[in-house]
């Protein structure tokens, strides 16, 4: 019987043991592939922040390019509206000569001589 109790007792701990060995490959095995899943979503959030910054830096050269168009057309306007502004008071000045020269003609001696 006291085999028997010594047999029972070797191989409870024989189980207790192996039960141990495989709780730490467990948690081993478990580790590494925590790491492995650490470093492969850790890459994956760094190339999706490089392709978001990627898509940041085409819409800031592309509003760049809408911006430096508009301020051409707007220079463009600005210049045409500037030229006829000029066009305007050459116009206005014209007609005020002509309209002295019609005043000239029909009253030629000032309106002081009735």
Request: neutral net charge; hydrophobic residues 40%; contains cysteine.
């Amino acid at each position: 019987m006291e085999r028997k109790t010594e047999a029972l007792r070797l191989e409870r701990e024989q189980l207790v043991k192996d039960r141990e060995q495989i709780e730490d490959h467990v948690a081993k095995r478990l580790a590494a592939e925590r790491a492995q899943l650490v470093a492969t979503e850790n890459k994956k959030a760094r190339e999706a922040a490089a392709a978001e910054l990627q898509a940041k830096e085409s819409e800031a050269a592309e509003l760049r390019a809408t911006l430096h168009t508009n301020n051409a057309k707007l220079a463009e306007a600005q210049k045409q509206q500037a030229e006829l502004m000029r066009q305007q008071r050459a116009l206005e000045e014209e007609k005020r000569e002509l309209d002295l020269t019609i005043e000239k003609r029909v009253h030629p001696h000032g309106l002081g001589c009735a």
